[in-house]
């Protein structure tokens, strides 16, 4: 596989979690830099060109609230996650737990064999 | 802070008036964030290089701004096969009805050589072409949202009992197949009957045919093949499946061809030709022997097809 190819498809698994992921995170209230910052801290790596135009679409859909207010001397828009944001992350949640448990004993066996041949070569 | 002014303006410039401001104003706190966060962890002052990598790991302005303002495509991804198959129809029906206009004009026309015919056709259907693929895009563009969602559900309407049967691979008719026959059999249909609809019905002037007298009367008999040629065509253009009836009628049809190409081909002179013109360059009876010769030659066409439909019928009977 070509790194081109394993790039396109990282981004296609990583789109949809992302979303989870932001979801999850402005259930407490953040601005878009300090949003980065948790994610980061939670060892989810998101560059601000692809975080920023998310938060902003999720804030479009009814998905967060948004208000600007002043802070550290800076006005900043900060986000938290609405009613219906709720609601929808609830059940994206259950969506994702049902797949993560279908999903683990079917990527078992490349664990496996991943383990076998890093102790076969170490 | 120069250097985040012209980009975050670079990113305005390229997003939708509605939203430039509100995105522009959260865009330069976002990243003056950032800038301050770097400046507090390396505890001096960022430099105005330092200022330029962080604006280059954002990404380029156009793409910062695709991202918050993404592109609508012209025709939405759903209906672009509906939108394929539109273009193909109508584009054939402009081939056809080009084919008509050309060959009425040609029939009537006093000095309009076959070269002129022929890029009369060329230049008539582009411009047919284009005005039609412009006027279907900008139809499939300006679609209303709703009337979308409902091409969405009546996708949602089929019923897998009213598929067609498997078949093989050659039993799909192609379109465009089918508009080359429909437009043969149309300019056929034309070059027989249009100097004596002239005659007959407009009242004006005997036009004079191409053919002679035997051949036009051959041609007159065999009328009838080509219009079940027509019938024909617009049956495969309904069904788009090769049927046993289906390959039987083209068989006839095809079969017809052949035999009054090969009848066209032995008895006398086929053309009326005006040999003045061309006295210094060929005889008669060399334009009347390679206009024989081309018949022959033709009559292959119809004569494989022949062949290639028994062959069909006796798989579809197996």
Do not use: C
Not at chain 1, 59 to 82: C, H, I, T
Not at chain 2, 299 to 318: Q, T
């Amino acid at each position: 596989m070509t790194t081109a190819q394993l790039d396109k498809m990282r981004l296609e698994l990583r789109r949809g979690v992302l979303v989870l992921a932001v979801l999850a995170a402005l259930r407490e209230r953040h601005y878009g830099y300090s949003l980065r910052r948790h994610l980061q801290d939670a060892g989810i790596d998101i560059d601000e060109g692809t975080l920023y135009p998310l938060v902003r679409r999720l804030a479009e859909q009814g998905l967060l609230d948004s208000e600007w207010q002043q802070g550290e001397g800076r006005e900043r828009r900060y986000y938290l996650l609405s009613e219906l944001g709720a609601e929808l992350l609830q059940q994206l949640t259950h969506e994702w737990t049902t797949l993560n448990n279908a999903l683990g004993p079917l990527l078992q066996p490349e664990q496996t064999m991943s383990a076998k041949q890093a102790e076969e070569q170490g | 802070m120069e250097l985040v002014k012209r980009y975050v303006a670079a990113v305005q410039r390229e997003l939708p008036e509605q939203k430039r401001q509100e995105i522009g104003r959260e865009l330069q706190a976002n990243i003056m964030d950032q800038l301050d966060a770097l400046a507090e962890q390396q505890g001096t002052a960022l430099s105005e290089q330092q200022v330029a990598d962080v604006l280059k790991k954002m990404g380029p302005p156009q793409h910062v701004a695709r991202q918050f303002s993404p592109i609508q495509p012209l025709i939405p991804a759903h209906l672009m096969p509906l939108y394929k198959y539109t273009m193909y129809m109508v584009l054939g029906v402009l081939f056809v009805l080009q084919i008509v206009f050309m060959t009425s004009h040609w029939l009537t026309g006093s000095d309009f050589g076959p070269i002129s015919f022929v890029l009369g056709i060329a230049s008539g259907f582009i411009e047919d072409a284009i005005f039609g693929f412009t006027a279907i895009t900008l139809g499939f563009a300006l679609m209303p949202a709703n009337t979308r969602s409902g091409q969405r559900k009546s996708a949602n309407q089929w019923q897998p009992a009213d598929l067609p049967p498997v078949g093989a691979g050659w039993q799909h008719i192609s379109l465009s197949d089918v508009f080359t026959d429909l437009a043969t059999y149309t300019f056929l249909l034309l070059i027989i009957w249009f100097p004596l609809w002239q005659q007959l019905f407009a009242g004006g002037e005997p036009v004079s045919s191409v053919f002679t007298q035997q051949s036009l009367q051959l041609l007159i008999w065999f009328s009838p093949f080509i219009v079940l040629g027509v019938l024909s065509s617009l049956w495969q253009l309904q069904r788009r499946l090769w049927s046993r009836p289906m390959l039987s009628l083209n068989l006839i049809v095809n079969l017809a061809f052949v035999i009054i190409l090969v009848l066209l081909a032995t008895l006398g002179p086929v053309l009326q030709l005006d040999t003045a013109n061309w006295s210094g360059y060929f005889s008669p009876e060399a334009v009347q022997q390679a206009v024989k010769r081309g018949l022959l030659i033709t009559s292959l066409i119809p004569g494989y097809e022949v062949i290639r439909d028994i062959l069909r019928l006796r798989k579809l009977n197996k």
